[in-house]
């Protein structure tokens, strides 16, 4: 089984027991991640990763939003998030998601991020391009960031922190054609791979927030770096800021943003 059919599987699978608790879940029944008010778990987030870290080969590493980790050395890795988006699963907003992403020897190799309440499912695998329900996608051919519609995200501690992006959110409000928050970056990062957003900027990310959306936008004609211009994948995946776009407006959109203080 390749490792897009392994994904995607893993995706939909994952998919199917959330699907069967949003609407009968809410925020009155979820637990505060570490005491962080606004960080919050339901049961719905960990029977899906405990459906992923079933499914997940034996022999391969894994790293899960929700505590699991499996960390030998293997040649293959999966950074999962069993729910993007848990806020707006518990109140029965559709913006959320399944994110898996394969590394192998270093090198994202697959990713999927299944939006079930959306119908939707965006696939890539390296060299294979980007699908979306089957069908091939590619970037927008937005050439400025005046016409573009751009998103992004918060932190949850955006109260605590120096980089808590509303400065970047206010500057470029006022510039851009639209702006989006829709509370979970695999979406966001999906939905600029298949050209429905033309740039995506965020601090304070993980491996499982991205990992999957920066394969599908690679594979989309697209460019990911960080705020400070790489593109290594470590630093994408650990560096906890990332920079997305259609690849025409990404110098304009990094240019435009605050350098980092605190990250």
């Known amino acids: 089984m390749s490792g897009w059919t392994q994904a995607e599987t893993l995706a939909r699978g994952a998919g199917e027991i959330l699907d069967d608790y949003f609407g009968r879940i ?7 991640k570490k005491g962080v008010r606004r960080d919050l778990v339901s049961e719905a987030d960990i029977a899906a990763e405990k459906y992923l870290l079933e499914h997940i080969p034996d022999e391969d590493d894994v ?20 729910l993007d988006g848990t806020v707006n699963f518990l109140h029965g907003i559709p913006f959320w998601a399944v994110s898996v992403a394969l ?10 991020v299944h939006a079930p309440a959306l119908n939707l499912t965006f696939c ?11 069908t091939r996608a590619e970037v927008s051919i937005t050439g400025s960031i005046d016409e573009s519609i751009l ?4 932190a949850y501690r955006r109260n605590e922190l120096a980089d808590n992006n509303f400065d970047n959110f206010e500057q470029l409000g006022m510039r851009a054609a639209g702006m989006r928050r829709m509370g979970a970056a695999a979406v966001d990062l999906a939905f600029l791979a298949t050209g429905r957003l033309d740039g995506f900027w965020e601090p ?26 790489s593109d290594e994948l470590e630093k994408l995946l650990y560096g906890r800021n990332l920079v997305a776009s259609n690849g025409h407006i990404h110098d304009a959109l990094r240019g435009a943003l605050r350098p980092l203080r605190g990250l």
């Open 26 to 32: 809410h925020r009155t029944d979820a637990q505060r």
């Open 63 to 82: 790293l899960g939003e929700e505590g699991s980790e499996r960390a030998t050395g293997a040649a293959r890795q999966w950074i999962v998030d069993p």
């Open 151 to 154: 998103a992004t995200g918060f």
């Open 103 to 112: 590394v192998e020897h270093g090198k994202l190799a697959a990713g999927c």
């Open 124 to 134: 890539a695998a390296a060299g294979e391009g980007t699908h979306v329900n089957g």
């Open 204 to 229: 304070h990310l993980s491996a499982w927030d991205v990992a999957a959306g920066i394969l599908l936008i690679r594979e989309a004609g697209g460019r990911v770096t960080d705020f400070r211009g």
